[in-house]
């Protein structure tokens, strides 16, 4: 009769040092933002100034924003500094998510990986200029100038800070386009004729998306459709110079990780 023994580690320890992993790094993320959150909240106020001031620039010198809620005023610049750390600290999240996929992946994702970090970082932070300096402007001063006579133009400030927001994710999702068209042509998703056959589609699609993410004006979803447009020109301008990942660059991954597994 053959005894029955408890495996030793086997596959249940892989697992659970995954997890312990998996939690150091986010408590390292958490910690990045909570870090920087205490360091910018002393300066909440003036960051909250600087957030209205496209609006402000474009309101007559008697009017203001208000507050309906009572917490608002106090919450409000709060969520300000909390939006601003998360921000500054996206350098340290995204590294502390490199360093937990790191070890599985192969030696040219992991050189990939680098580049579209940073290529991200840089889009997403040029969307949020170009919405804050170019299109909240243009935008803000189109409303008040749309303000009915006898109708004082008075914004609440949670309401404005959402907006916000929400427009600063907007165009910063949608800087990123070059970034997923390269990842899809690099790794053989998609083909270079394919992805020049889809350009009427996106055209469309441009618009399409800009109708639903930005109010209802006809100037905010041309200033969001155009440079969603031009930056998918931009993505296929870097895929002419890079090349495709072929089968042949498959196999020679799968033979050297599995000559690093047999090692």
Request: proline share 7%.
């Amino acid at each position: 009769m053959s005894q029955v023994t408890e495996p030793v580690g086997g596959q249940a320890q892989p697992l659970v040092e995954h997890l312990l992993e998996l939690r150091r790094r986010l408590v390292w993320a958490l910690l990045g933002i909570a870090l920087c959150f205490f360091a910018i909240v002393p300066f909440a106020q003036p960051l909250y100034a600087f957030v209205a001031k496209p609006l402000m620039a474009v309101l007559p010198a008697t009017t203001s924003m208000i507050a309906t809620d009572v917490i608002a005023p106090f919450f409000v610049p709060i969520k300000v500094a909390l939006m601003a750390a998360f921000l500054v600290s996206l350098p340290n999240t995204l590294y502390q998510i490199w360093a937990f996929v790191a070890p599985a992946l192969y030696q040219h994702e992991k050189r990939l990986i680098v580049p579209l970090i940073l290529s991200s970082l840089m889009l997403f932070a040029a969307g949020m200029a170009f919405c804050y300096f170019l299109v909240f402007p243009v935008v803000f001063k189109f409303f008040a100038g749309m303000t009915p006579t006898g109708v004082s133009m008075a914004t609440d400030i949670d309401k404005y800070l959402s907006f916000v927001l929400g427009m600063f994710v907007a165009f910063g999702m949608t800087f990123e386009i070059p970034v997923v068209v390269v990842l899809l042509y690099r790794m053989g998703v998609i083909t270079f004729a394919q992805l020049q056959a889809a350009r009427p589609y996106l055209i469309v699609a441009s618009f399409i998306i800009a109708a639903v993410l930005t109010p209802p004006d006809v100037l905010s979803q041309i200033m969001l459709a155009i440079p969603m447009i031009l930056l998918y020109e931009g993505g296929l301008l870097v895929c002419r110079m890079i090349r495709p990942r072929t089968r042949e660059d498959a196999d020679n991954d799968n033979t050297d990780r599995a000559e690093d597994e047999a090692a």
